[in-house]
């Protein structure tokens, strides 16, 4: 178990959003303030864990022909954990998110680490690769929330940071954040609209994309020269 090369798998040469291209409707959804993308990602990070965790202990005697009905009866369970535990300590937090809480069973991300990683590795990678891969999509999250909010609200940290009587970190999503410029006189409304997700999450997909060519063949190049 290699946890440095999952880690680098799960945050850049196979992140979930970027690179996958799994998880996108509900990171082009909840991504208008950093409140809901850390909560949304933070929640998907401790159900792709918990599931990951579950499935591979459970993986030599899950009858391989139910295989999937039984991962989203698991899937379901840790979600609905989750969703209870926010209504009941985070209410903000889960109003905010809504229905795409519930609609985590049926995330591409959870399913496809399941089938494709938990079911077959052991127990100490598995966990290793749910955070990492959770870890992954959390910071695509943030970015987006991050470039959405700034542009289209002229803040940063709105829900999440107050600074009206010192910084602080606020959990009912009343924080203004940090506003740089006037939102309403100069921020670019459709930046907050589903048409800034969309715009947003290809840019920073096509950045990916490029980055990773380019280390490709930077790579190539070096072996080339080293054979010589």
Do not use: H, W
């Not at 945050?11 to 809901?36: D, E, H, K, R």
């Not at 966990?127 to 909010?149: H, K, N, P």
């Amino acid at each position: 178990m290699n946890i440095k090369q999952q880690f680098k798998e799960g945050l850049i040469t196979n992140n979930p959003v970027l690179v996958q291209l799994v998880g996108m409707c509900s990171t082009m959804a909840i991504t208008t303030s950093l409140f809901n993308g850390v909560g949304m990602g933070l929640s998907v990070l401790i159900i792709l864990t918990c599931c990951n965790v579950v499935i591979s202990a459970l993986r030599k005697i899950i009858p391989n022909d139910i295989r999937l009905a039984i991962f989203v009866v698991i899937i379901a369970g840790f979600v609905t954990i989750v969703d209870l535990m926010l209504q009941a300590f985070v209410p903000a937090l889960s109003d905010a998110l809504g229905v795409f809480i519930p609609l985590i069973v049926v995330n591409c991300i959870i399913m496809a680490r399941a089938e494709g990683f938990a079911q077959k590795s052991s127990v100490g990678a598995s966990l290793i690769d749910g955070i990492s891969q959770g870890l992954g999509y959390t910071l695509v999250l943030i970015a987006m929330c991050l470039i959405r909010e700034f542009l289209g609200n002229g803040s940063i940290g709105g829900g999440l940071i107050d600074i009206s009587n010192g910084f602080r970190i606020t959990m009912d999503g009343t924080g203004a954040g940090i506003q740089v410029f006037n939102g309403d006189a100069y921020g670019s409304l459709f930046m907050i609209l589903p048409l800034g997700g969309f715009i947003t999450l290809g840019c920073l997909i096509a950045l990916m994309q490029y980055l990773l060519r380019r280390s490709a063949e930077k790579k190539e190049l070096k072996e080339q020269e080293a054979a010589e």
